[in-house]
């Protein structure tokens, strides 16, 4: 009996490459895309120049990088953020439906093996 095609790839289904893609994510992306990102502050530093503070933050699961600037007044004026290789699409395959992000990572973590379960169930 072969194995049924998760819901999130049979979504992706007209955009092979897309879901090839979403496929081979890992956990780590998977996670971030799903429940957003784990940001825990790396380094602060205050730009005189444009009279900023510069928070970094960094995700604790994917490595992902954003830089939050804050006014004097503890006003946030914007964000920057550096991505992790492959955790985006590449160009021209167009965007990740969430849910099918949603219940591709639901179903990876449905299918892995969990400590102390047999494999037979």
Known sequence: MATPKPRALRILGDSPELA???ESLPDAFLDCRNFGHAWYSADVRFDSEQRLYLTLLRCRRCTADRTRRTNE????????????????????MGTVDRSAIRHLADMRHIMAPRKGRRADG
């Open 20 to 22: 090839s893609w979403a």
């Open 73 to 92: 007044f503890g006003g946030i004026e914007g964000n920057a953020y550096s991505l992790p290789d492959g955790y985006l699409a590449p160009s021209g």
